[in-house]
């Protein structure tokens, strides 16, 4: 079985400012991660993911993720956050193998505000 | 980029009623797409998996009397909430697979409200 916890389910962060989304997960097979943004209204738009290639994933916006294994982790981050990058953020996990991410089970995601 | 549609955005349906929703994949062609169904601030659960040509296949806990799954082309799958009931009201979203780039696309999202 697998399962994401998203530690924080709101942050808030100033513009310019380093965003840290944190996610770990569980699962009983070597797992895909990936990362989603969700904006009001809106359905979910991959930011990036992890299918065992290279821990360092970089994503779309300046955003990255990095999977370590030892810590069961994936978290996201930003070197400076800006305005637009205020949504909700959710870590996924799959054990399937895919690269488009059959069968995810997502985190409860993590709210991104960003103060001028 | 490929897109993934959803009809309609948002509807409001009396108790006892059936509600379709529609998900469709605008420029490719999709063997699978998957339901979920978000309530408000909590994160997206995984209803049913949903294969061109086949029966769905629903997750445990989801009644699949109730959820009516059609996937009758590459680009339409449809879901039908039967005899809905308040409990039913949720953020309703599909995603199709775009096999030829191994990638997963999420409709906007149909907001279900059931009074």
């Known amino acids: 079985a697998q399962s994401v916890t998203q530690l924080g389910s709101h942050v808030s962060v100033s513009e310019g400012a380093l965003v840290l989304l944190r996610c770990n997960y569980s699962s009983s097979v070597p797992p895909y991660l990936f990362w989603y943004v969700q904006y009001p209204n809106q359905g979910l738009q991959l930011l990036l993911k992890?299918?065992?290639?290279?821990?360092l994933v970089k994503g779309i916006n300046d955003f990255e993720a990095e999977f370590k294994k030892s810590e069961t982790s994936f978290h996201l981050t930003k070197p400076s956050a800006h305005m637009s990058d205020a949504a909700e953020y959710f870590c996924?996990?799959?054990?399937?193998?895919?690269?488009?991410?059959?069968?995810?089970?997502f985190g409860g995601g993590t709210r991104l505000m960003v103060k001028p | 980029g490929a897109v993934v549609s959803q009809h309609p955005s948002w509807v409001i349906c009396k108790s006892g009623t059936s509600v379709k929703i529609e998900c469709r994949s605008l420029?490719?062609?999709?063997?699978?797409m998957f339901w979920y169904r978000q309530f408000p601030k909590q994160s997206l659960m995984l209803m049913a998996t949903s294969n061109e040509g086949s029966k769905a296949t629903y997750e445990q806990g989801v009644e699949k009397d109730k959820f009516l799954i059609n996937h009758a082309s590459l680009t339409l799958s449809t879901l039908t909430v039967t005899s809905a009931h308040p409990e039913d009201s949720s953020f309703y979203i599909c995603s199709a697979i775009r096999s030829a780039v191994d990638e997963q696309y999420f409709g906007p999202g149909t907001r279900l409200t059931v009074t």
């Open positions: 996924a996990v799959s054990e399937t193998h895919n690269n488009a991410g059959n069968m995810l089970t």
């Open positions: 420029d490719f062609q999709a063997t699978t």
């Open positions: 992890y299918t065992s290639a290279a821990t």
